[in-house]
């Protein structure tokens, strides 16, 4: 049986004249609030309604009372930070149409948060009520697309500028550039003209065998295959950052036009970490958060265990935890870093995955933890609740079931926030490593630069006392 913290009268006052707007520690470790000073570690979720299909109608289903009752639940365990999907199809149906109707649902649920005391981080327009018109042909360095996003954020930070229920603005989730499209082979030819300045030294930089097939100005895209060493391929990947970053850029900087008193990230995919791709190179998502951390306040990445079952042996387990620090050390460029999505199934065998008990989820999240405690200063599990229409792990992987009832991930996230100053530790000093040889290696090369980063890892790791969340 479910018992829930309810809040009383005092308790909601006290939250609404204790919240404050956050931003990163002067050391740069970490997150303080604003006035006060006190140290702000996010714990929480990743926020939808579990009942309102798959994938969620967050914002054409919002039922304001069932929110509220989420987020009483929500903070009843701990959370203390909520993410959450801005969606186009709700937001902004056309490039130049900001829906009022869809702003004055998020007035409600951004009152709901600062009632129960629970942070927002707002996640830009996607997908999933519906791709606009305005994405086609080029959604991340199409005109179009890109100026329909300044037009966005003009109106949607504005709006909610100095507003202290929300913790940061998150670009998108999971952006991941695709490989190819025929609108950038004008934009490739002029990133190398600016790279190189001209044909003699591009000629240089690149091989006789990949350059003598190329008219200066015309060059050719690569196959998306592996080719370690090759220059096209190097160069094609870097182009492809750069268009990244451009995205990012341009984003950030319409942002703190309308709203320079909240914090900006991007909730990268775990395939920005280059030295584990599965596939051909068309899996790295070309979205760097090593490059863009110049634009952001801090950087949120996402991860899941993609190296077999961590209960199919003792192996699997550490695998699945050594890639976990690699991604999260990767990210590391001097600012904080959140895992911002994670976790795992449990109670449940969704899509032909094995059974896995609540226990068993339990256990696994929580060791992600105790590996990640030097490493983020956040932590935000997917989703809140079992999803029972979902197509993936999102049907068994809540912190509660689809009733509001605690699953055991549940009763030990709750356990966890409530000593959440104890939670962080120090980060240590961190090993560098060359990722550009990850952006034209094969597998056999990508595992070998993979293992000596997650070597370096462990041994920083273990030479500062932390634990490495090794044991079941």
Same mark, same amino acid.
Request: glycine share 6%; proline share 7%.
């Given at each position: ?12 006052? &006290?939250?609404?004249?204790? +919240? ?9 470790? *970490? ?92 996640? *830009? ?55 190819? @499209?025929?609108?950038?082979?004008? @934009? ?27 008219? $200066? ?9 592996? #080719? ?45 970490? %280059? ?31 993609? +190296? ?12 699945? +935890? ?16 959140? @895992?911002?999505?994670?976790? $795992? ?37 997917? %989703? ?12 068994? &992987? ?10 055991? $991930? ?31 290696? #094969? ?18 790791? &273990? ?10």
């Amino acid at each position: 049986m479910f018992v829930c913290i309810w809040l009383s009268a005092a308790d909601v006052a &006290a939250n609404r004249s204790s +919240m404050d707007l956050v931003e990163v520690s002067p050391d740069g470790r *970490g997150f303080a609030e604003r006035d006060s000073g006190r140290p702000y570690i996010p714990f929480g979720t990743n926020y939808y309604d579990p009942h309102t299909g798959w994938a969620p109608k967050i914002w054409r289903q919002f039922d304001a009372a069932k929110v509220r009752e989420h987020f009483r639940v929500m903070r009843g365990m701990g959370v203390n930070c909520a993410r959450v999907f801005l969606t186009a199809g709700s937001f902004q149906p056309t490039a130049e149409k900001i829906e009022e109707s869809a702003l004055e649902k998020l007035d409600m649920l951004v009152e709901i948060a600062r009632e129960k005391g629970v942070r927002l981080i707002l996640t *830009g327009p996607d997908h999933w009520e519906g791709q606009p018109a305005y994405w086609k042909p080029d959604r991340f360095a199409g005109q179009a697309a890109l100026e329909a996003l300044e037009r966005f954020w003009d109106v949607v930070a504005r709006r909610y500028r100095g507003e202290p229920a929300i913790f940061a603005w998150d670009l998108l989730n999971e952006p991941h550039l695709p490989w190819s @499209l025929e609108q950038w082979r004008p @934009l490739w030819n002029a990133w190398l003209r600016n790279t190189y300045g001209n044909q003699e030294a591009w000629k240089a930089a690149w091989s006789d065998e990949e350059a003598k097939s190329d008219e $200066w100005g015309n060059v050719a895209v690569p196959e998306n295959k592996p #080719d370690p060493g090759s220059s096209r391929l190097r160069d094609w990947q870097l182009f492809r950052e750069h268009l990244a970053d451009e995205w990012v850029r341009r984003q950030v900087e319409a942002i703190r036009r309308a709203d320079p008193t909240h914090l900006v990230t991007v909730g990268y995919i775990q395939w920005s970490y %280059p030295l584990v791709r599965p596939g051909n190179p068309n899996r790295y998502a070309a979205f760097n958060p090593r490059r863009q951390a110049r634009w952001l306040d801090f950087v949120t990445i996402h991860f899941y265990p993609t +190296m077999g079952s961590p209960f199919e042996s003792d192996i699997k387990w550490q695998k699945n +935890m050594s890639y976990l620090q690699g991604v999260l050390a990767y990210c590391h460029t001097g600012k904080p870093v959140v @895992l911002a999505e994670f976790g $795992w199934y449990g109670g449940g065998a969704p899509q032909h995955h094995p059974y896995l008990s609540e226990r068993q989820q339990a256990r696994w999240i929580v060791g992600e933890i105790e590996a990640s405690r030097s490493l983020a200063d956040g932590w935000l599990s997917w %989703p809140f609740a079992d999803t029972p229409e979902s197509r993936d792990i999102s049907l068994y &992987a809540g912190l509660v079931k689809a009733d509001l009832a605690l699953k055991d $991930w549940g009763r030990e996230f709750k356990a966890l926030a409530a000593h959440l100053p104890e939670l962080k530790k120090s980060t240590p000093k961190l090993p560098s490593s060359d990722f550009t040889r990850a952006l034209t290696a #094969d597998e056999k090369e990508l595992n070998e630069l993979h293992q000596t980063y997650i070597q370096a890892i462990s041994q920083a790791i &273990a030479a500062s006392g932390d634990k490495n969340g090794s044991e079941k």
